[in-house]
């Protein structure tokens, strides 16, 4: 078994599902598509399981439903700027109608 790919540098931020259908397919992939142009490693945590932020598998398995929160953590280069994407894009509900 790995241990964490993030390093001790490591920033989070909680951010709460707004959007109606929660953390879905769609949602996964439009989440995963924006951290993975970052250069940072990015995990996202719900309930203590922890998962790779470019994974839509592995955020789909999360079940993130509307009113939940994760904690997503990035480490790297361009970690603070990928956290203020991501939380941007779970506020913007990940462009669905509200």
Do not use: Y
């Not at 989440?31 to 470019?54: M, P, S």
Request: charged share 20%; with cysteine.
């Amino acid at each position: 078994m790995t241990g964490p790919l993030l390093s001790k540098d490591t920033i989070s931020r909680d951010m709460v599902i707004i959007n109606q259908r929660g953390l879905h397919a769609r949602a996964s992939a439009k989440f995963v598509q924006l951290a993975a142009g970052f250069q940072a490693t990015i995990e996202v945590e719900k309930d203590g399981v922890r998962v790779g932020g470019t994974s839509i598998m592995g955020l789909m398995m999360l079940a993130a439903s509307p009113g939940c929160s994760i904690r997503v953590s990035a480490s790297g280069p361009e970690a603070r700027q990928a956290l203020s994407a991501l939380e941007e894009l779970v506020a913007s509900r990940f462009g669905e109608e509200a």
